[in-house]
């Protein structure tokens, strides 16, 4: 089975204003953070004893609010990530479980793939701050806002993961849409502070939640099996902005 190609209607639609919106504002808190960064790194360390400076805390709101939105079935988010819920998935008749099997194993190769590079790279971010010298709580944070923005230029713009790894055809039939909540905060995983193993958990919480449905459902995640992730079907048009690519192996 093959996905036709999408049709964009001139006028945005309601989610692409909203994740424009978010996009925006998750923009103005990296540039926010940037400028902190750059001016007076001190108050980004979130490790002080005199407590969290504003940036700080509307980070950690911000981030935290992402993550949570998504356990909930009857949020606005993208059918992209709603479609590990039954109110987002809408059964093709008859179709071939085979090919369902197939298209499982393909997704989980990429996964695989994708969690590897993810986990070496923040990794040793990790091991540069223990030892205090090239990275600090200030670098990591500086880290966390440009991947919590990068997480939505991936769905809006480009997706390195989606385009050499996934090879996915869109956000929508992404396998790892929910997983950029562990990954924005991956950067976190080593430091012993509340703050940054707040996040970090909370995203693996998220994760877990994806991972246990798609287990369970892999039925839901696969265009072959969901008529509500056939482009023909799409009534958001998240990929506007996008190079689609040729090929829906997926």
């Not at 950029?180 to 958990?201: I, R």
Request: proline share 5%; glycine share 4%; with cysteine.
């Amino acid at each position: 089975m093959s996905a036709s190609v999408p049709v964009h209607n001139a006028a945005l639609t309601k989610v692409t204003k909203r994740y424009l919106l978010d996009f925006s504002l998750r923009l103005s808190i990296f540039l926010l953070i940037l400028f902190l960064y750059v001016s007076n790194p001190k108050i980004l360390d979130f490790t002080s004893p005199s407590g969290l400076s504003i940036p700080l805390a509307l980070l950690w709101v911000m981030m935290i609010c992402s993550m949570l939105v998504q356990l909930n079935p009857k949020s606005h988010l993208t059918k992209g990530c709603m479609k590990q819920y039954p109110s987002g998935y809408r059964p093709v008749k008859q179709y071939e479980t085979v090919a369902l099997k197939q298209a499982v194993q393909a997704q989980n190769r990429g996964a695989k793939k994708v969690a590897l590079l993810w986990f070496c790279i923040n990794f040793c971010f990790g091991v540069l701050y223990h030892t205090g010298t090239v990275i600090r709580s200030a670098e990591l944070i500086l880290l966390c806002a440009f991947y919590f923005l990068c997480d939505l230029i991936c769905v809006l713009f480009f997706c390195p993961f989606q385009y050499f790894l996934m090879k996915n055809r869109c956000c929508v039939n992404c396998r790892i849409f929910a997983w950029g909540s562990w990954m924005m905060a991956a950067p976190l995983l080593l430091v012993p502070h509340w703050y940054a193993q707040s996040l970090f958990w909370t995203g693996i919480l998220v994760l877990a939640c994806w991972e246990v449905r798609y287990h369970q459902h892999p039925e839901r995640f696969w265009y072959g099996s969901n008529q509500a992730l056939q482009c023909s079907n799409c009534s958001e048009q998240l990929c506007r902005y996008k190079r689609i690519r040729p090929k829906h192996p997926l």
